[in-house]
């Protein structure tokens, strides 16, 4: 496990930007309407709000699907889901120091974009959760070529570095789990 590492609260106000940015480009590209987007029923949390086991190494975030029971409801099938995108504050800020032509901002917003694609594929069943590897594989490849397409026309400081960046992605990708 890396050292745990903290944004710092600046880097915390951007986070907050770019997270707010990702969701009008995801909502614009998927036209969603208002009502759609808050029934997307997620949350993005840093470092510091992650319990022990929605910590990973070596990753930039990973998604964790949870049930919401709604109150006086006892039937499983009556629970929400509620996907939290854990932002993996120590592996982001590792990244950004071995690549110094990455921009804080411009890489969250990458980050916070891809996780919200996902969101959105699982949400419109156009892809299972629990999936094989092979389909986990082919699944991030699409989630990054939209990530791309959403992403590419824009003129934002420092996102032609981050599309570079992510044009030699080959690690595997990150987890994506239902405790
Ligand atoms: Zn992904």
């Not at 050292?3 to 907050?16: C, G, W």
């Not at 997620?42 to 709000?49: P, S």
């Not at 009556?78 to 854990?86: G, L, R, S, V």
């Not at 599309?163 to 992605?169: A, I, P, R, S, V």
């Amino acid at each position: 496990m890396d050292q745990l590492r903290y944004f710092t609260p600046h880097q915390l106000e951007m986070v907050t930007s770019a997270a707010a940015m990702a969701e009008e480009l995801v909502s614009n590209f998927y036209k969603l309407s208002s009502s759609q987007l808050r029934r997307l029923n997620y949350d993005i949390k840093t470092l510091a709000d992650l319990s022990p086991m929605e910590i990973v190494s070596g990753h930039f975030a990973q998604i964790l699907k949870y049930k919401l029971k709604k109150r006086d409801v006892l039937r499983e099938t009556e629970a929400e889901d509620f996907y939290k995108i854990c932002l993996q504050d120590h592996s982001i800020l590792t990244a950004l120091e071995a690549h110094p032509d990455l921009q804080f901002q411009s890489f969250l917003l990458y980050i916070v974009c891809h996780e919200l694609i996902h969101v959105v594929r699982f949400r419109r069943f156009l892809q299972q959760f629990q999936a094989s590897a092979a389909e986990r594989i082919a699944e991030e490849q699409r989630v990054h070529a939209k990530t791309n397409e959403i992403l590419s026309n824009l003129s934002i400081d420092g996102i032609a570095e981050v599309l570079k960046f992510y044009e030699n992605w080959r690690d595997p990708p990150h987890p994506i789990e239902q405790p």
